[in-house]
């Protein structure tokens, strides 16, 4: 790939292989280095940083209302959108051969050849000095220091190995999300339970197996070699994740709904019907997602989020019902 900022768009593998997922018609290489730029950063995906807001918003009723609190959480998730920025530019530039392979991937900045690797290589490590510098400005500044960079020295792992080891691979994705879900609280020291931290552990886990079943069926269908770690994987196997983390999930958040309506009447509270309510929404949104996931549709998680409204809807019932429960009829975590 040529390395000068003026280079045309590389076009080596834009034409083939032709996807037959209706994705693939809407994709487009960038028009220019600005643009190449920041659709490199993948800001579609900052919506997984959303995560951050889980522990706090299941804290109690002064959690989202303090604005000490609020201003950590918008610290948390700054730092990961700059952290998971620098990875995805890190990741792309490594695997920008075997992206120009991939019927969707090649449309991507650096596979277009629109933005130079180098160029990749220097907004990554300025992204990720911003954002364990910026971590700093939290109440908890050091611990969320210490989670942004494990996230980093993780993820950066995986970019440059880990990811084509089949199980250590769906591992790394997995943490990716747990860390998000963690550093809410972290920054602002809250207290995290331990149900709350096993639902973020095996939700994780439940939705990067279903992005390697994904791919998989992706892989057979167009012949495309996505990763190499796909080699060490059988359909049965990721169903048998999947299906191993979603029941942990749903029987872990059920614990944890159970623990916060005893806690809830103890303080004679009548919020605690609402967290029972809640297993409801979030089970069905379960089931929902592993039907989306055994059509093969769970390649993108974020982009599944935006686009499935049964999805939406149950996400807006769950959070309904969370709303009465930690904030309308108060409980204490």
């Given at each position: 790939m040529p390395d000068d900022f003026?280079?045309?768009?590389?076009?080596?593998?834009?034409?083939?292989?032709?996807?037959?997922?209706?994705?693939?018609?809407?994709?487009?290489?960038?028009?220019?280095?600005?643009?190449?730029?920041?659709?490199?950063?993948?800001?579609?995906?900052?919506?997984?940083?959303?995560?951050?807001?889980?522990?706090?918003?299941?804290?109690?009723s002064e959690a989202?209302?303090?604005?000490?609190?609020?201003r950590d959480i918008v610290i948390a998730f700054i730092t990961f959108c700059m952290a998971a920025s620098s990875i995805y530019l890190i990741n792309d530039a490594r695997d920008v051969e075997s992206d120009r392979q991939h019927p969707t991937k090649r449309f991507r900045p650096i596979a277009a050849g629109v933005l130079p690797v180098n160029l990749a290589y220097a907004m990554a490590v300025v992204l990720i000095v911003a954002a364990v510098g910026v971590s700093f400005l939290a109440t908890a500044g050091s611990s969320l220091a210490i989670v942004v960079a494990i996230y980093i020295a993780l993820q950066l792992g995986y970019c440059f190995g880990?990811?084509?080891?089949?199980?250590?691979?769906?591992?790394?994705?997995?943490?990716?999300?747990?860390?998000?879900?963690?550093?809410?609280?972290?920054?602002?020291?809250?207290?995290?339970?331990?149900?709350?931290?096993?639902?973020?552990?095996?939700?994780?886990?439940?939705?990067?197996?279903?992005?390697?079943?994904?791919?998989?069926?992706?892989?057979?269908?167009?012949?495309?070699?996505?990763?190499?770690s796909l080699a060490g994987y059988t359909d049965t196997y990721l169903r048998f994740v999947w299906t191993l983390s979603a029941t942990a999930v749903v029987m872990s958040y059920s614990l944890w709904g159970f623990e916060m309506a005893e806690a809830a009447r103890a303080t004679g509270s009548s919020g605690a019907i609402w967290y029972q309510i809640s297993m409801v929404p979030f089970t069905i949104a379960i089931l929902r997602y592993a039907a989306d996931v055994d059509r093969g549709d769970g390649g993108a998680p974020d982009e599944l989020a935006l686009t499935d409204r049964t999805l939406q809807l149950l996400a807006v019932a769950w959070l309904v019902c969370i709303v009465l429960a930690v904030y309308i009829t108060p409980a204490v975590l």
């Open positions: 003026n280079s045309e768009p590389h076009t080596q593998g834009i034409e083939a292989p032709v996807d037959s997922g209706a994705n693939a018609s809407k994709k487009r290489p960038p028009k220019n280095l600005p643009d190449a730029m920041i659709k490199a950063l993948r800001p579609k995906q900052w919506v997984k940083n959303v995560l951050v807001v889980a522990a706090p918003a299941a804290a109690g989202l209302t303090n604005v000490g609190t609020l880990w990811k084509h080891q089949p199980v250590l691979d769906i591992a790394l994705v997995s943490s990716g999300f747990m860390l998000r879900a963690m550093a809410g609280g972290v920054a602002a020291s809250i207290d995290l339970s331990q149900w709350f931290l096993i639902v973020a552990a095996f939700g994780s886990l439940f939705m990067a197996s279903g992005k390697r079943y994904a791919e998989l069926i992706l892989a057979r269908e167009t012949g495309a070699k996505i990763r190499k």
